[in-house]
């Protein structure tokens, strides 16, 4: 998070904020399976494991699901230049949530949340360097741990204020989960296609910001 500039730590709160309002209808529409949070269904899969439940399948369908998400994004990313990655990256996330809410609009809520959980894995494909994910905006453990640290360093003398952008990306998540809640209350039928339309806002986002005048180093 630190590595980047304001401008692209702007467009990652965005991402952030997108997963957790996707997550918390994944989690709805399921029934308490998770779309971007997978350390949660694997804990279910172990549930349904010991409980010999129909969750062992579900679980492991959105965790595979999840990782063909990564796998497909990295693979489309690999084909365009560096220039074009991060637009690329959070198209196909705004190409899957659109197939999401096209599924939900022809009543197939199992297909509804497989692709939301394809564009979940997605989405941790836009913040990448030398191959490795340098943001997860999806799974805010991590993240935890890092403020963590952060705040750690602080109190030992070192930067006063480089925990803020973890905070800030958790913050983002918490509120984008109360706004997917909130409006999965008030039109379960259009949450995905509001989830769709904030997507295709970031990727014009992401456009601007990384043209050449914008791009971080």
Request: charged share 10%.
């Amino acid at each position: 998070m630190l590595r980047y500039d304001e401008r692209l730590r702007t467009l990652a709160l965005g991402f952030a904020m997108l997963a957790g309002f996707v997550d918390t209808i994944g989690f709805l529409m399921s029934g308490g399976l998770f779309v971007s949070f997978m350390s949660g269904n694997s804990t279910r899969l172990a549930i349904g494991f010991s409980e010999t439940s129909r969750l062992v399948g579900q679980a492991a369908m959105l965790i595979a699901l999840f990782v063909l998400g990564v796998v497909t994004n990295v693979v489309v990313c690999a084909r365009v230049g560096a220039a074009q990655r991060k637009v690329t990256a959070c198209a196909v996330v705004a190409v899957l949530l659109v197939a999401s809410a096209t599924l939900q609009s022809l009543a197939w809520p199992r297909g509804t949340v497989w692709a939301v959980c394809l564009a979940m894995g997605a989405a941790n494909v836009v913040f990448q360097r030398e191959g490795e994910v340098s943001i997860g905006v999806t799974y805010m453990t991590g993240n935890l741990v890092r403020l963590g640290y952060r705040i750690a360093y602080a109190l030992l003398g070192q930067d006063r204020t480089a925990w803020l952008p973890y905070l800030l990306l958790w913050i983002a998540f918490v509120l984008g989960g109360i706004g997917g809640a909130l409006t999965y209350r008030a039109s379960a039928a259009l949450c995905l296609w509001a989830a769709a339309a904030f997507a295709m806002v970031l990727v014009v986002v992401a456009r601007v910001l990384t043209r050449p005048r914008y791009r971080s180093a």
